[in-house]
């Protein structure tokens, strides 16, 4: 299992366009994938779960992967929430 602590910065957000483009990058991925914020614990590949946390510039969040390739999964969608316009 790899895990990965995220914090949003300024004014980056984890909208409708960025979600999709996230699911889309989870989908490719045999891992399970999976969002930890607070109490809420959801698919990384469910864009509805997504949408349902929130997430904007400030928030915290832990992405969680298990499986073959949990490593890749989680270094690819650091990449892409990294690049999020600020």
Do not use: C
Request: glycine share 8%; proline share 2%.
């Amino acid at each position: 299992m790899k895990r990965k602590q995220i914090t949003l910065h300024g004014n980056q957000a984890l909208s409708a366009r960025n979600v999709s483009i996230m699911v889309q990058h989870s989908g490719k991925y045999k891992s399970m994938i999976w969002i930890d914020e607070g109490t809420h614990h959801v698919n990384a590949k469910s864009m509805m779960g997504i949408l349902s946390l929130k997430l904007m510039g400030g928030s915290t969040f832990e992405l969680v992967a298990s499986g073959p390739d949990e490593a890749e999964a989680i270094d690819e969608l650091v990449k892409f929430l990294q690049q999020l316009p600020e």
